[in-house]
């Protein structure tokens, strides 16, 4: 594609960036085929190609976002399926990610939408004060259906209030900092995330991911002072909060690299684990550029980790069949998509791969929030295919998709939970559910 900077538009690192990205793009269109919301909306504005040359005149142009640019990129998922399919290697991900920062920066927002996104900003990422407004929302939750008005923010607050949890989980006693030892010998130690809205929404994945680590041998550090990896700012455009968590990211774990070492570090929400990989690219030229490159080195989703140190489970198979939902964020953020599916597998399980796998739930992070009635058709589209497998139960890799595809007709488990299952942990909460249901 040809571009057309000025010299002093280029002398900006991201602008030149983003240059260098256009210019891979040939605009053969294939990308529109995987694009969910061009399949929804069959509109050419929201496929990635249309959005590619809507952030190409903005940037361009260098002149305030405009209210047609920010509706389609507002659209656009994150989900990364066009970077699968795409043939010419663009780097949607780094191309969408300046223009969300570009229109955060120069788009004035009307005030409830501006106010929803800063509140967003300021409890999701936050686990004590994410837990406080869950159990707010709990008592409000009955009253969901009588928000009156079909405006875009009585839409959402609709979707908000439906999308509480019926309970809050209790904070979990792993989460605190320290060193969860291996049991036997010593094979490996790593550090691990432990996140924001995952710990309070679901605390057992990260009970299941460090039981099942230290019974494999492996030394689990929780370090101090980490928290959000930074991508529900990061994806608001919100580029100086999502920085700021994960340059404290950065400090806590590279004490721990430049202390006793680690082998990984282990994430478990696939979303988060996307950001982290690229904690290089979003630190280029920032004094913390090789201590940022070197925890993206070791970010490791936790099926690769697993992978890695021979996970083998110790019971019997269940005799039970699981829908693979494969995360967008993992099978085309970070491009894992056998070992899950492997692991499933190997601890027993019958795995189903729904139609459409390509295709994201819908959740993309505080999408199902801003976007509700985009996510809406897009999850029932997902639950509807994921019938059609005959499984009795999901799993995936990444806790939006969990809370999104979970309140269907079958329990949705984050993996790591069923493998530790079967080596040897506690049958998951909603799995045992499901079981004395039938
Ligand atoms: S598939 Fe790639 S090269 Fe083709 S239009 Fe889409 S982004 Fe551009
Ligand atoms: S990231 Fe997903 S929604 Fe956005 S343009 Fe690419 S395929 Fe479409």
Redesign the pocket.
Known sequence: ?QTNFSPAQLADPDTAESNRILR?????????ATCPTFLLLGDELD???GR?YLIKDMLEGGKPATEQVVRHVDRCLSCLS??T??????N?MHLVDHARAYIDRTYERPRAERMLRRLLSFLLPHPARFRLALLGAWFARPFAGLVPGASPTAQRLRAMLRMAPASVPSPSDVERPRVHPAIGPRRGRVGILMGCAQQVLAPSINEATIRLLTRMGIEVVVTKDQGCCGALDHHMGHHDPAMRFARANIAAWSREIEGEGLDAIVINASGCGTTVKDYGFMFRGEPEAAQAAKVAGLAADISEVLTRFGYAPTREAPGLTVAYHAACSLQHGQKITAEPKALLKAAGFAVKEPAESHICCGSAGTYNLLQPEIAGRLKARKQDNIARTGAVLIASGNIGCLTQLGDGALPAVHTVELLDWMAGGPEPAAVARARAAA
């Open positions: 594609m891979t793009c040939v605009h053969c269109g294939m990308c529109t496929s990635p190609r590619i066009c970077m399919t795409c043939p010419s290697g663009v949607y």
